[in-house]
């Protein structure tokens, strides 16, 4: 249990390396929106390919296990997205919400509810 909770940082790289591919290439090409749902796939995409590596060496042992390293991985997220976002970054909490609205087609709250179901995804996969 304790490595998938430290496999959290490995998300979270792999969010920080996801948002920069985003800034690098096609986000200068498309619309923010395009760009944020653009990115929001790729980051389900390289997450799940994690955790699906992650499972094979490490497999989670139960559903309740997996249901739990979910709840947490989301709670961490949030958190670091709110705090990251708000506290170092300087982005007003207007705006941080914002990407929670599905009927303007912001979809980083699908991302949300992935990081809350792969690892029960996967361990139902294994």
Do not use: C
Request: glycine share 8%; net charge neutral; no cysteine.
């Amino acid at each position: 249990m304790v490595r998938y909770l430290l496999s959290w940082f490995l998300l979270a790289v792999i969010a920080i390396a996801n948002g920069a591919l985003r800034q690098g290439t096609y986000g200068k090409i498309v619309s923010e929106l395009a760009a944020h749902q653009i990115s929001t796939l790729t980051g389900i995409i390289f997450t799940g390919s994690l955790v699906f590596w992650l499972n094979r060496i490490w497999p989670i042992e139960s559903a309740e296990q997996a249901w739990l390293i979910g709840f947490i991985w989301l709670v961490f997220t949030v958190a670091f997205e709110f705090g990251f976002g708000h506290f170092v970054v300087g982005h007003p909490w207007s705006r941080l919400f914002a990407d929670y609205d599905l009927s303007s087609g912001r979809v980083w709250s699908l991302f949300l509810l992935w990081i809350l179901v792969m690892p029960y995804f996967f361990f139902k996969l294994a």
